[in-house]
């Protein structure tokens, strides 16, 4: 059974930083592209950040560019999601998903993690 499963999510104080992390199991992590993505209530999700399964190629959407870093560590089964200077529309739910592969999709998703940015 594959399990996704996000943390460090916390209310923190705009423009301070956070670190969340994404531990998998129940799959090779390492035959897995890594993505985040986050959403608010009565929203749609976004696209936050995505990795390679080496982490040799990342990519960032243009509101977090600059201030958020993704990473992975494949001896731990574990994505990072670094993020840095954070406002409050960085708040909602953040989720990491895993995407096989040569596959077009994200097969696999997080329950999600909280932050909550105070102004």
């Known amino acids: 059974q594959v399990q996704l499963v996000e943390s460090g999510g916390t209310l923190v104080q705009a423009g301070g930083s956070l670190r969340l992390s994404c531990a998998a199991s129940?799959?090779?992590?390492?035959?897995?592209?890594m993505g985040w993505f986050r959403q608010a209530p009565g929203k749609e999700r976004e696209f936050v950040s995505y990795?390679?399964?080496?982490?040799?190629?990342?990519y960032y959407a243009e509101s977090v560019k600059g201030r958020f870093t993704i990473s992975r560590d494949n001896a731990k089964n574990t994505v990072y999601l670094e993020m840095n200077n954070l406002n409050p529309e960085d708040t909602p739910v953040y989720y990491c998903?895993?995407?096989?592969?040569?596959?077009?999709?994200?097969?696999?998703w997080g329950q999600g993690t909280q932050v909550t940015v105070s102004s």
């Open positions: 990795i390679t399964w080496s982490g040799g190629y990342t």
């Open positions: 129940g799959l090779t992590f390492s035959t897995y592209h």
């Open positions: 998903a895993a995407k096989y592969l040569g596959r077009s999709y994200y097969a696999y």
